[in-house]
């Protein structure tokens, strides 16, 4: 069992984040706290039939958020379009509705 000094919160509303499966969720404002590789797994069950693919992050720049999990500054990236926020240690923030758009995106486009 791990041991946690404090709940990980929501960096955009500093409400405590919910386990919700794979993912930890804001009940305020629907954000979603996930790691890499599941991400990259929702991807792949998108194809028809699954196929491997790569999570196609671009570095951009925007304000930063902090993780959740650990506080230090993520990194900006827009994956298929949607701008998420990673930290390469814990994982990806999707604001509301973002994950489904980056799902729905990776549905139209060719395994890698």
């Known amino acids: 069992m791990i041991y946690r000094d404090e709940?990980?919160?929501c960096p955009r509303c500093g409400t405590e984040l919910i386990d919700a499966r794979a993912?930890?969720?804001c009940a305020t404002c629907?954000?979603?706290?996930?790691?890499?590789?599941?991400?990259q797994e929702m991807m792949q069950q998108m194809q028809?039939?699954?196929?491997?693919?790569?999570?196609?992050?671009?570095?951009t720049s925007r304000k930063q958020l902090p993780c959740p999990s650990c506080k230090e500054a993520m990194e900006t990236h827009d994956l298929y379009a949607v701008p998420?926020?990673?930290?390469?240690?814990?994982?990806?923030?999707?604001?509301?509705q973002?994950?489904?758009?980056?799902?729905?995106?990776s549905a139209r486009r060719e395994p890698t």
Request: charged share 20%; hydrophobic share 45%; with cysteine.
């Open 48 to 59: 028809s039939p699954p196929e491997p693919m790569q999570v196609p992050l671009e570095r």
């Open 23 to 25: 993912a930890r969720g």
């Open 7 to 9: 709940l990980e919160q």
């Open 84 to 96: 998420i926020d990673l930290c390469p240690k814990h994982g990806i923030w999707f604001d509301a």
């Open 30 to 39: 629907g954000g979603l706290w996930i790691g890499v590789g599941d991400v």
């Open 98 to 105: 973002e994950l489904a758009m980056v799902l729905f995106a």
